[in-house]
C-alpha cells in the first residue's frame, strides 16, 4: 500500500503562542511515526490577523487592498516558520512555504480571492524528500493585477501579486491543498471538537453531529457558523474532498463533512447559525420603475459587496421602500456608493442599521414537511423578539432580529427543535 498524504490544518488558537506551537508539532510528529506524509496548513497565531487589520486601520481609515494582503499575509508566514522551527527541535524534517511558494494561485480579488489553482511540484517534491510540509494558509498569488496569465510559469513568479482569501481563509486552503495534492485525508484541528447544532459558545447543550452533509454545512456557514469557511465546503463538496473536523486540544471523535446519504431521512432541523457581520439599509420610497433596482445593486456589485437578503415592499403613489442586507464591515463603502444615489435616482432618504444580526435554522428535513416556519417565528414571539426580515431556501429559514437579542434567539430555537435530543432517522422517509 502506498504512503497516505494526509493533510492538517491548525486555527489561530491551535497555534496561539509558542507553548501551543509546541504542542501542535508533537501532534504533527506523532502522526508522521504513524507513517503518514504530511502537508500542514496553519493560520495565524491566535488574534494577529485582527490585530494586522487594526494596525493597518490606525494608519488610515481606507488602506490599499494590494498593501493591506500582504501585510495580512504575514500573520501566517509567522505561524508557519514557527511550527515548522518546532518540528526541527523534534528532530522531524520539515519545511515551510509560503501560499504562492506552495504553488497557490488565485483570481485578483484582493481580501476575498478565490483559488484558482494549485501547481502541486514544490509540495510534492518536498514531501518526496521526506519533509513535512507547513504551507501559510488564507493567502495566494494573482498575476491579473499585470494583466498576465492566471497560471504563472516559474519565470512569472516575480511579477505576482500576494492575495488573501477572506476571513478564515485557511480551511479553504487546506481543502484545496487536499484536492489538488490528491490527499487520502484532509483534517481542520479546532478549539472546538466538530461541528455542533449550533455556536457551542452560546449553548452549553448544544449537540456534536458526527456527520453533515455538504449542503446543510454550507448553509450553516453561510449564514455565519465561523467553524468553516464557506468556500472550504464549496470546494470539498465539489472535489468530493472528506473533511474531517476535529479538536487540536483532545484526542477525540470529530465530525465528518461529506455526501450525507441519509439526508432525505433526517426529517429535521439539523442546526442552527447566527451572524452579527450584518447591517441593515433601507432607501425610502424609491421611484417604483424599471430600472431603479438595477441603479441601486449595479454599484454595489461592482464594488464587491455582497447584497444577502433583499425585501421590497408593494408600491403606493409611485414609490416604493426597499430594504437590504449587507456585511457590517461594508457599510461605510455601501454609503459611500449609495448616497449620490438619493439623488440620482431620486428616492427621499436611506436609513441604515448595524445593530441587527441574522437566526437561521438549517436542515434538509424543512423541505419534506410543513412547520418549520411556524414553529420558528411562534418561538420568538414568545421571547418578544421582532422580526425585521425572512428569507428561506430549500433547507433554511432566516431572519433578521435585533443584535442584542441574537443568543436568546439562539436558545430558544435549539430548545424549541429539541436539537440537544440525539436524532432520528425516518426510514419511512426519502
Ligand atoms: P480556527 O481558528 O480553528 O479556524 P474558528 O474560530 O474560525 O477556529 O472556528 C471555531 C469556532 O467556531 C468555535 O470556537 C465556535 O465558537 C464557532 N462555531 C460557530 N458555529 C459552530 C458550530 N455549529 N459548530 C462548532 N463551532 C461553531
Ligand atoms: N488568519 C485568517 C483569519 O483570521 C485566516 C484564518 O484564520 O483562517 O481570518
Ligand atoms: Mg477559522
Known amino acids: 500500500m502506498s504512503t497516505p498524504l494526509v493533510v492538517m490544518k491548525f486555527g489561530g488558537s491551535s497555534v496561539a503562542n509558542a507553548e501551543r506551537i509546541k504542542r501542535v508539532a508533537r501532534r504533527i510528529a506523532r502522526e508522521r511515526s504513524n507513517g503518514s506524509q504530511l502537508v500542514v496548513v496553519v493560520s495565524a497565531m491566535g488574534d494577529t490577523t485582527d490585530e494586522l487589520l487594526a494596525l493597518a486601520a490606525a494608519i488610515t481609515d ?32 520539515a519545511i515551510s512555504l509560503t501560499g504562492p511558494q506552495a504553488g497557490i494561485t488565485t483570481d485578483g480579488r484582493h481580501g476575498k480571492a478565490r483559488i484558482a489553482g494549485i501547481d502541486p511540484r514544490r509540495v510534492h517534491a518536498e514531501i518526496a524528500t521526506g519533509k513535512v510540509v507547513i504551507v501559510a494558509g488564507f493567502q495566494g498569488m494573482s498575476l491579473k493585477a499585470l494583466g498576465m496569465e492566471e497560471t504563472p510559469t516559474a519565470s512569472d513568479v516575480h511579477a505576482a501579486e500576494i492575495t488573501t482569501l477572506g476571513r478564515g481563509g485557511s480551511d479553504t486552503t487546506a481543502v484545496a491543498l487536499a484536492a489538488g495534492l490528491g490527499a487520502d485525508r484532509c483534517q481542520i484541528f479546532t478549539d472546538v471538537k466538530g461541528i455542533y447544532t449550533c455556536d457551542p459558545r452560546i449553548v452549553t447543550d448544544a449537540r456534536q453531529l458526527p456527520v453533515i452533509g455538504y449542503e446543510e454545512m454550507m448553509e450553516l456557514a453561510n ?25 487540536s486540544f483532545e484526542d477525540a471523535p470529530g465530525t465528518l463533512i461529506k455526501e450525507d446519504p441519509l ?40 464594488a464587491g459587496i455582497n447584497v444577502d437578503m433583499v425585501v421590497q415592499n408593494v408600491g403606493h403613489g409611485g414609490a416604493t421602500d426597499i430594504s437590504f442586507t449587507i456585511p457590517r464591515v461594508e457599510l461605510a463603502k455601501a454609503k459611500r ?24 435554522i438549517v436542515g434538509a428535513g424543512i423541505q419534506n414537511a410543513p412547520g418549520y416556519a411556524a414553529r420558528m417565528f411562534g418561538t420568538l414571539a414568545d421571547e418578544g423578539i421582532n422580526i425585521e426580515m425572512i428569507s428561506t431556501s430549500e433547507i433554511r429559514i432566516t431572519t433578521i432580529i435585533a443584535e442584542d437579542r441574537v443568543e436568546d434567539a439562539v436558545r430558544a430555537l435549539h430548545a424549541a427543535f429539541a436539537l440537544e435530543q440525539p436524532e432520528t432517522v425516518d426510514t419511512a422517509a426519502g
Open 263 to 302: 439526508v432525505e431521512q433526517r426529517n429535521k432541523v439539523r442546526g442552527l447559525a447566527h451572524d452579527r457581520n450584518v447591517a441593515k439599509i433601507t432607501l425610502v420610497e424609491v421611484p417604483d420603475k424599471p430600472g431603479v433596482a438595477r441603479g441601486v445593486f449595479g454599484p454595489l456589485a461592482e
Open 223 to 247: 449564514q455565519g457558523a465561523q467553524v468553516m469557511q464557506v468556500r472550504a465546503v464549496e470546494l470539498g463538496w465539489v472535489n468530493d474532498v472528506v473533511i474531517e473536523v476535529l479538536s
Open 62 to 93: 481606507d488602506p490599499d487592498a494590494r498593501e493591506l494582503d500582504v501585510l495580512l499575509a504575514t500573520g501566517e508566514h509567522q505561524s508557519a516558520t514557527l511550527v515548522s522551527m518546532a518540528l526541527h527541535a523534534l528532530g522531524v524534517p
Open 337 to 360: 456608493l449609495l448616497e449620490p444615489l438619493i439623488r440620482d435616482l431620486g428616492f427621499r432618504d436611506m436609513t441604515t442599521d448595524s445593530s441587527v444580526a441574522k437566526v437561521s
